[in-house]
């Protein structure tokens, strides 16, 4: 059974970080490109950041600079590094794992952020 398990997410003031963790099991952590998603209230899901298996990284042009993706294969586990938050950056906040073929999604955590 594959679980995505999402953690780190709170309310923060702007100008102000959070580190998202993402812990797989299920799968076969070090083959699957893992990816950050957010859906804010009303709006579609959008891609955040994605790293390969290979840790080649993609960034949203909106967290481009503030946020860094990575992934610790021993771990399982995917992160988020969000710095420098933005109000626009308040949403819930989605691992992803992808393979050709398969797609897994983790349950979300809520990123505020508020002054």
């Known amino acids: 059974q594959v679980q995505l398990v999402e953690s780190g997410g709170g309310s923060v003031q702007p100008g102000g970080s959070l580190r998202l963790s993402c812990a797989a099991s299920?799968?076969?952590?070090?083959?699957?490109?893992m990816g950050w998603y957010r859906q804010a209230p009303g709006k579609q899901r959008e891609l955040v950041a994605t790293?390969?298996?290979?840790?080649?990284?993609t960034y949203a042009d909106s967290v481009k600079g503030r946020f860094t993706i990575s992934r610790d294969n021993a771990k399982n586990t995917v992160y988020l590094q969000m710095n420098s938050l933005k109000p626009e950056d308040t949403a819930a906040y989605y691992c992803?794992?992808?393979?050709?073929?398969?797609?897994?999604w983790g349950k979300g955590t809520l990123v505020t952020v508020s002054s």
């Open positions: 790293i390969a298996s290979g840790d080649r990284t």
């Open positions: 299920g799968i076969l952590f070090r083959i699957y490109s």
């Open positions: 992803n794992a992808n393979r050709i073929g398969m797609n897994h």
